[in-house]
């Protein structure tokens, strides 16, 4: 189907603009413009019941944790923000994850890992396992489901790899248009060339910065569809969107969940672009995919 008119509408303004793509500007000017169109589309700030920011020494990172109310251990949600491991910050995650702890009732942190090419592979993908182990064994948590879209979408899948293997038991992965094979050659990939949407030359600028050597990729870690096995690991919710490169290898990967005995759900967006998960404040899709993010970690806290 063609672009969603709300999506068309934002591409029609962005190209009047002539907004440079990211990659056409410098760290510091990418991450900046990065922050301020997510938070141009995400909507209003949603009030949450507590917010609380907390550095711990052991981990040498910040985590941002969001609580609804009530006492005692809570199900939770470790979330991991995108931006190609190159953008992206604990604030770039705020609109989503303060959406998900009113619309799930659930737990929400936010794991501040540290970013590339400062930090390249693998440094992320430690940090937060690092992350996940400490706030599995807190004394306020519950079972947990770790998520991120798109770079986060990555290191949640490929924290599940590395805890199967070496803890926590985790309840479930969401993975929200997430990257998970580096180089691919898909027909989403192709087709992605919009000037004014993320596009190909996107994806691998990120990469560039990700990986000192491209043979990096070919680690599991880096590319979670070229683990071995996928038998054995948690439940998952895989999100694309239609008009997105990394839409085919998101989808790739959860047929290759389905196929390992993982309970899996795909759900495609037709007419969304990359990004819609934090532009609910701009577009319906982002809505929808928000409310079906939070009935699915309902049930499946419920069933964990």
């Given at each position: 189907?063609?672009?969603?008119?709300?999506?068309?509408?934002?591409?029609?303004?962005?190209?009047?603009?002539?907004?440079?793509?990211?990659?056409?500007?410098?760290?510091?000017?990418?991450?900046?413009?990065?922050?301020?169109?997510?938070?141009?589309?995400?909507?209003?700030?949603?009030?949450?019941?507590?917010?609380?920011?907390?550095?711990?020494?052991?981990?040498?990172?910040p985590l941002r944790i969001?609580?609804?109310?009530?006492?005692?251990?809570?199900?939770?949600?470790?979330?991991?923000?995108?931006?190609?491991?190159?953008?992206?910050?604990?604030?770039?995650?705020?609109?989503?994850?303060?959406?998900?702890?009113?619309?799930?009732?659930?737990q929400v942190i936010t794991?501040?890992?540290?970013?590339?090419?400062?930090?390249?592979?693998?440094?992320?993908?430690?940090?937060?396992?690092?992350?996940?182990?400490?706030?599995?064994?807190?004394?306020?948590?519950?079972?947990?489901?770790?998520?991120?879209?798109?770079?986060?979408?990555?290191?949640?899948?490929?924290?599940?790899?590395?805890?199967?293997?070496?803890?926590?038991?985790?309840?479930?992965?969401?993975?929200?248009?997430?990257?998970?094979?580096?180089?691919?050659?898909?027909?989403?990939?192709?087709?992605?060339?919009?000037?004014?949407?993320?596009?190909?030359?996107?994806?691998?600028?990120?990469?560039?910065?990700?990986?000192?050597?491209?043979?990096?990729?070919?680690?599991?870690?880096?590319?979670?569809m070229l683990a071995p096995?996928?038998?054995?690991?948690?439940?998952?919710?895989?999100?694309?969107?239609?008009?997105?490169?990394?839409?085919?290898?998101?989808?790739?990967?959860?047929?290759?969940?389905?196929?390992?005995?993982?309970?899996?759900?795909?759900?495609?967006?037709?007419?969304?672009?990359?990004?819609?998960?934090?532009?609910?404040?701009?577009?319906?899709?982002?809505?929808?995919?928000?409310?079906?993010?939070?009935?699915?970690?309902?049930?499946?806290?419920?069933?964990?």
């Amino acid at each position: 189907m063609p672009l969603d008119p709300q999506v068309e509408a934002m591409r029609a303004q962005r190209a009047a603009d002539d907004v440079p793509q990211l990659y056409t500007q410098t760290l510091a000017e990418a991450r900046a413009a990065d922050l301020a169109s997510i938070q141009a589309v995400g909507g209003e700030v949603e009030p949450v019941h507590s917010v609380e920011d907390v550095f711990v020494d052991s981990l040498g990172l910040p985590l941002r944790i969001y609580r609804p109310a009530g006492e005692g251990p809570m199900p939770t949600l470790v979330y991991f923000f995108g931006g190609g491991w190159t953008l992206g910050s604990i604030e770039t995650a705020d609109g989503i994850c303060r959406r998900l702890v009113n619309a799930a009732g659930c737990q929400v942190i936010t794991v501040g890992y540290r970013l590339a090419p400062e930090h390249p592979f693998p440094t992320a993908v430690h940090d937060c396992h690092r992350a996940t182990v400490w706030i599995a064994a807190a004394p306020f948590v519950g079972s947990v489901v770790v998520g991120g879209d798109s770079a986060g979408g990555n290191l949640a899948a490929a924290v599940t790899l590395l805890a199967r293997d070496n803890g926590p038991a985790l309840a479930g992965q969401l993975l929200v248009y997430p990257n998970t094979l580096y180089g691919s050659d898909t027909a989403s990939m192709r087709a992605g060339d919009d000037p004014y949407l993320f596009n190909r030359t996107s994806v691998n600028w990120y990469w560039q910065h990700y990986l000192s050597d491209p043979a990096q990729g070919a680690d599991p870690l880096a590319s979670p569809m070229l683990a071995p096995s996928h038998a054995g690991l948690p439940p998952a919710l895989v999100i694309t969107a239609e008009y997105d490169p990394l839409r085919d290898e998101g989808e790739f990967y959860a047929e290759k969940l389905y196929a390992a005995g993982v309970p899996t759900t795909l759900s495609r967006y037709d007419g969304m672009v990359h990004g819609f998960f934090a532009m609910s404040g701009a577009l319906d899709g982002g809505k929808r995919a928000i409310a079906e993010a939070a009935e699915w970690l309902r049930k499946t806290f419920s069933d964990g």
